[in-house]
């Protein structure tokens, strides 16, 4: 397997605070299309696909980087119970981590892409040229949309 090829959009570290009796690699998940529980479900495989941010890693490791610290703050505050103190480094480190997260998912794709998809859509309803165009047998979006392109 190619270095780095499947990477996670959720950080596996976050993934094991969900773990099941002191496993880190198993988790307990509910399907969000279905509700579907699966109670021992291997945590390898969860919120990741291949080059989800592009093959030349730059993105990957940019977020790797910011885990890494993070993970040590968050395991920190589990174990001791205490958050870090108002306005330090850490503290504007955890901030960082939790708006990079809520940006960074599929969910968060897929809205980009509905988005750009309505926009276009919009946007070519006001050209006559467009007038008989079909809308509701095309769909505009960029293909990597999380991935930063060069």
Not at 61 to 76: A, H, P, Y
Not at 125 to 136: A, H, S, T, V
Request: glycine share 2%.
């Amino acid at each position: 397997m190619a270095n780095k090829k499947k990477q996670h959009y959720v950080p596996k570290f976050y993934l094991r605070y969900f773990s099941l009796n002191d496993s880190t690699k198993i988790i307990k998940l509910c399907l969000k299309d279905t509700g579907r529980i699966i109670h021992k479900a291997n945590l390898e495989g969860q919120a990741q696909e291949d080059y989800f941010y592009g093959k030349d890693l730059e993105r990957e490791e940019w977020f790797g980087t910011i885990e890494n610290q993070s993970s040590l703050i968050l395991n920190r505050v589990v174990q001791t119970k205490e958050l870090p103190k108002d306005k330090s480094d850490n503290y504007y480190l955890i901030w960082l981590f939790i708006l990079l997260q809520a940006y960074r998912t599929k969910s968060n794709v897929e809205d980009f892409n509905h988005m750009i998809d309505t926009i276009m859509k919009t946007a070519m309803k006001l050209e006559p040229q467009f007038k008989n165009f079909d809308y509701d047998t095309h769909f505009f979006a960029y293909e990597d949309a999380i991935e930063k392109k060069t």
